[in-house]
């Protein structure tokens, strides 16, 4: 399986994202869960211990690395870089693992825009198509408000796009521009979960409201999940209405796909 999850910032994509990976970790599956939201802390919502999360360095902000495979240093537009750098050993050199899931963070290209053309861009380009195209692992892409991270090459890879929103207007019409950028790229599946619910009303919100796409389930408020998150520790661990939720979602995502 091969997962993309993306939405509104705020919305709850990293505690969904962290939630699959855990159950698919429970599975014993190899699971490789790719951070590329740039405000995202998807090591702290995995529960990975400080000192194994600081170990882990944005790739984006490896200069020696670019520079390495591409022949270019960051920030560099313009000149001449390979398009299609080494990027296979990328994964296990500069991942970490905690119970059963492997992290790598992306990082973010900082000058010129998501879609610069820079040795930077390139060897995150190529390392998303690594990802996607050349690993046998669960790959779960934890990805900022939008699907920049994806491109005409890699968006059939994809074996499910899920937007996540939240019971509000703005989550909504975020979710519906989402759905036109990866319709317009050819995501052969997306799918919808609706988070922070607190009642049923809530539900028939985002249900009524959804952007003409299937909704796997919903995951609710959780006094638990925010109290996991001031520990610093995982929602999984301490959550297990959450996870059972969860748990439903990740069922009906693999019958509409597998």
């Known amino acids: 399986m091969k997962i993309a999850i993306t939405g509104k910032g705020g919305v709850g994509k990293t505690t969904l994202a962290s939630l699959l990976a855990q159950l698919y970790a429970q599975r014993e599956r190899q699971v490789l869960v790719i951070d590329a939201d740039p405000a995202g802390n998807l090591a702290t919502a995995l529960g990975f211990p400080p000192d194994l999360e600081e170990s882990i360095a944005p790739i984006a902000e490896m200069e020696d690395l670019i520079y390495e495979r591409t022949g270019a ?4 537009g313009g000149g001449w870089f390979r398009l299609n750098p080494r990027v296979d050993d990328i994964p296990e050199r500069f991942s970490a693992e905690h119970r059963g899931v492997r992290l790598l963070q992306l990082g973010t290209v900082k000058k010129g825009g998501g879609g610069c053309m820079c040795p930077e861009s390139a060897l995150l380009r190529a390392l998303v198509t690594h990802l996607l195209l050349g690993r046998r692992d669960v790959v779960i892409l934890d990805m900022e408000a939008g699907i920049e991270h994806l491109g005409r090459g890699t968006a059939r ?10 019971p509000g207007k703005r989550s909504l019409d975020t ?26 009303s809530d539900r028939q919100f985002i249900e009524a409201h959804s952007p003409d796409l299937p909704v796997l389930g ?20 301490l959550a297990p209405a959450l996870v059972e939720e969860a748990r439903g979602i990740l069922a009906k995502l693999e019958q509409a796909v597998l």
Do not use: H, W
């Open 218 to 237: 919903f995951l609710s408020q959780s006094p638990e999940a925010i109290e996991a998150d001031l520990r610093g520790e995982a929602a999984f661990d």
């Open 175 to 200: 979710a519906r521009r989402i759905r036109d950028l990866a319709r317009e790229i050819n995501v052969p599946r997306l799918y919808l979960v609706g988070n922070k619910v607190r009642k049923d």
């Open 157 to 166: 890879a994809v074996d499910a796009l899920v937007i996540v929103v939240e």
């Open 73 to 76: 240093k960051p920030g560099q």
